[in-house]
């Protein structure tokens, strides 16, 4: 029997597991943390902490067990620079929830020769979510460290560089590096990755499921010699542990953020969304991840005392649908898609002295939900065809927050047997390369969450009075985000 161990680098956690070559679960562990904002807008951590916390997971899990190949994952994308010796020079800046490069955003964006030209070849405008302005803003704001960056690395590839001293990046997280990244060629755009930064060398390019190399000594009880794939960014391999990475498939991921990823045919290309490839050869995907959604529901929870998430889910399922009467824009880091406005802002329309912390939370999730049809409806806008969705991530655990997404958006969702996400699919990365294996049979659909047709018409209001909040409280919005930062 072989073992394979998948380690996934998340925003608020990381989250190893250990399992056989049938899928089948043995062990799990985690180590929470915590990101860092020295400033209004810049979410940054640690590399160095991935790299401990991976040998801390993998030294727990691989204890008595012989490791036959490891899976590595992590959010993205995110710009971790190193100096030629691969020692990293500061902490990483993360993806779209860091809204530092606006003013660097508009600058390319113009050097480029528009969205357009920058939509035609990259699949995506930039935005906050992109990997360009950041290195930009890196040149601009911290020449000394800038000088002396000649690496660039995201979670995934810096934990295949530490196991193994490769240096490769998987095709989708290179995707995401807009405008670096010419999408209808595959590859590499080097004029324009040579504009923004003449220095680095850049990773070479391979597939999630590709061996990035094999470990060059004993780690935390992998045996020196052991495979290590290149794996991708973390959204991307959650949505193959739940084999949702079939043309017609919406995977929601519900994490920290919540991630919208649809497979597609052809290429898709619209400045809401993000075109990427996908984690496998000749894959598509036209995705859209909010900027908060666990990270909202955490923060509310740590506002009103920290109860536990089964009190306050109770409280929400008292509450009933509408939460009595509140509406919130959930848009407390910014948001990403569709709207691509880093200096949007939460709001809580509705409040009153009567409302109870079990209303306020159940407005919270029903804010995400309203904020996932609003993706969705941009995705059908964009030629994408939504067939099946298939959810994942810790917060489909407890089953309110998914009826509530069902019911807002009229869509049923396949719930997974094993919805650890992103880790249990670097390990079954890690498997494909030495054993026969299909993750429909790894990991089969275990329920199916069907929406109530009776909650629809009232959703609909709501929805309909959720994209009028955010335009008649813009201006007022984009004012206090100013305010903020001259304040800081």
């Known amino acids: 029997m072989k073992f394979f161990l998948g380690v996934d680098i998340g925003t608020s956690s990381s989250k190893g597991v250990l399992v056989d070559e049938t899928g089948r679960l043995l062990a799990s562990a985690v180590r929470e943390h915590e990101v860092s904002r020295p400033r209004p807008g810049h979410v940054e951590m640690d590399g160095e902490l991935w790299w401990t916390e991976f040998r801390e997971l993998a030294a727990e899990l691989t204890a008595g067990a012989e490791i036959a190949a490891v899976g590595v994952s992590g959010m993205g994308p995110c710009v971790l620079l190193t100096d030629e010796d691969g020692l990293p020079l500061r902490p990483a800046i993360l993806y779209g929830v860091d809204t530092r490069a606006a003013t660097q955003i508009e600058d390319l964006t113009a050097e480029f020769g528009g969205p357009e030209a920058i939509l035609d070849r990259c699949g995506s405008v930039l935005s906050s979510q992109a990997v360009g302005p950041k290195l930009r803003w890196l040149a601009e704001n911290e020449p000394a460290t800038w000088s002396r960056a000649r690496r660039l690395f995201m979670p995934a590839s810096w934990l295949a560089y530490r196991l193994t001293g490769a240096y490769t990046l998987d095709y989708h997280s290179a995707s995401q590096c807009t405008p670096m990244f010419d999408i209808r060629a595959v590859d590499w755009h080097r004029p324009w990755a040579g504009h923004i930064a003449p220095q680095l060398e850049l990773p070479a390019l391979a597939w999630s499921d590709e061996i990035a190399g094999t470990t060059r000594e004993p780690v935390a009880g992998i045996a020196a010699g052991t495979p290590v794939i290149t794996g991708s960014i973390d959204a991307w391999t959650e949505a193959v542990s739940v084999d949702a990475q079939n043309p017609g498939d919406l995977m929601l991921m519900y994490g920290t953020t919540m991630f919208l990823i649809a497979t597609v045919e052809r290429p898709l290309r619209t400045p809401s969304m993000w075109g990427t490839v996908g984690a496998f050869r000749g894959s598509h995907n036209l995705a859209g991840g909010?900027?908060?959604?666990?990270?909202?529901?955490?923060?509310?929870?740590?506002?009103?005392?920290?109860?536990?998430?089964?009190?306050?889910?109770?409280?929400?399922?008292?509450?009933?649908?509408?939460?009595?009467?509140?509406?919130?824009?959930?848009?407390?880091?910014?948001?990403?898609?569709?709207?691509?406005?880093?200096?949007?802002?939460?709001?809580?329309?509705?409040?009153?002295?009567?409302?109870?912390?079990?209303?306020?939370?159940?407005?919270?999730?029903?804010?995400?939900?309203?904020?996932?049809?609003?993706?969705?409806?941009?995705?059908?806008?964009?030629?994408?065809?939504?067939?099946?969705?298939?959810?994942?991530?810790?917060?489909?655990?407890?089953?309110?927050?998914?009826?509530?997404?069902?019911?807002?958006?009229?869509?049923?969702?396949?719930?997974?047997a094993t919805t650890i996400g992103a880790a249990y699919?670097?390990?079954?990365?890690?498997?494909?390369?030495?054993?026969?294996?299909?993750?429909?049979?790894?990991?089969?659909?275990?329920?199916?969450?069907?929406?109530?047709?009776?909650?629809?018409?009232?959703?609909?209001?709501?929805?309909?009075?959720?994209?009028?909040?955010?335009?008649?409280?813009?201006?007022?919005?984009?004012?206090?985000a100013a305010r903020e930062r001259m304040l800081a």
């Open 290 to 416: 909010m900027a908060t959604s666990g990270a909202l529901t955490t923060w509310l929870r740590d506002l009103v005392g920290a109860p536990d998430y089964a009190t306050l889910l109770a409280e929400a399922e008292e509450s009933g649908p509408g939460a009595h009467g509140l509406l919130v824009l959930p848009y407390f880091a910014g948001e990403r898609t569709p709207l691509q406005d880093p200096d949007a802002r939460g709001v809580i329309a509705g409040l009153t002295l009567s409302h109870t912390r079990g209303d306020l939370y159940r407005a919270a999730l029903e804010a995400t939900a309203l904020g996932v049809r609003h993706n969705i409806e941009a995705l059908h806008a964009a030629g994408a065809h939504v067939e099946r969705v298939v959810a994942v991530g810790g917060g489909t655990r407890g089953g309110l927050w998914t009826r509530i997404v069902s019911d807002v958006t009229g869509l049923p969702q396949v719930i997974p």
């Open 425 to 480: 699919g670097a390990a079954y990365l890690a498997a494909r390369t030495l054993v026969s294996a299909a993750i429909t049979d790894w990991n089969p659909p275990a329920e199916t969450i069907i929406p109530n047709p009776s909650l629809r018409s009232g959703y609909d209001e709501l929805y309909a009075m959720y994209r009028e909040l955010y335009p008649a409280t813009r201006t007022i919005a984009h004012t206090l």
